[in-house]
């Protein structure tokens, strides 16, 4: 059974950088036909894809968050993670990591993890 | 950017009732949806893929349907552990969009 943990401070301070780390397990991050990526969730609100990587590094973001986001594999960890730079409160969220199924699904989800940007 | 809109964004029914949820996208995006529930302090799971695919282990009350712009999610007998809030999501573009949400209540 695949399973995905997120990991990483609750509280980041404003402009500063938010990461977050998700662990794999039942399945190795290396295999073909994946990509692995970020969702978040402010509190009260819908859910707004953040982006993904693949096997071979490729990163697709979404446009509004491309110019503080990046997303990347650790193959010997089997995790991968997150990077958000120049935070402010309106990225204060629920950050949920998800496997998503040869570009078509995501499946499985993490369990979320909240954070916090304040002083 | 491909916008989904759901409706209605709440409802409320009864034990045994039939519950649509109605997810229209901006644009043609052939039957590549997908549904998620969520419940509260819970990850969602996903219900429904390629608009009418039923994901392993879901409940058969579950369907799905559509193609183009327009799609549906039917649970046929409303049972009191489907209280949750309910997403349609896009992969037919990027970057993926979700619908608003459906609140769905007992």
């Known amino acids: 059974q695949v399973q995905l943990q997120e990991s990483g401070p609750g509280l980041v301070k404003p402009s500063q950088t938010l990461s977050l780390t998700c662990t794999v397990s039942?399945?190795?991050?290396?295999?073909?036909?994946?990509?692995w990526g970020w969702i978040r969730q402010p509190a009260g609100k819908g859910l707004e894809w953040i982006g993904r990587v693949d096997i071979t590094g490729t990163t697709d973001y979404a446009p509004s968050l491309r110019d503080r986001v990046s997303i990347s594999l650790d193959m010997s960890k089997n995790h991968f993670s997150l990077n958000l730079r120049s935070v402010t409160a309106s990225d204060t969220a629920v950050y949920y990591c998800v496997r998503e199924v040869a570009g078509t699904r995501f499946d499985p989800w993490g369990r979320g993890t909240l954070v916090t940007v304040s002083s | 950017d491909i916008q989904m809109t759901q409706s209605p964004s709440s409802l409320s029914a009864s034990v045994g009732d039939r519950v649509t949820i109605t997810c229209q996208a901006s644009?043609?995006?052939?039957?590549?949806l997908n549904w998620y529930q969520e419940k509260p302090g819970k990850a969602p799971n996903l219900l429904i893929y390629g608009a009418s695919s039923l994901q392993t282990g879901v409940p058969s009350r579950f369907s799905g349907g559509g193609s183009g712009t327009h799609f549906t999610l039917t649970i046929t007998s409303l049972q009191p552990e489907d209280i949750a809030t309910y997403y349609c999501?896009?992969?037919?573009?990027?970057?993926?969009?979700f619908g608003g949400g459906t609140k769905v209540e007992i």
């Open positions: 644009q043609d995006i052939s039957n590549y």
């Open positions: 039942g399945a190795s991050i290396t295999a073909f036909n994946y990509y």
């Open positions: 999501q896009q992969y037919s573009l990027l970057p993926l969009t």
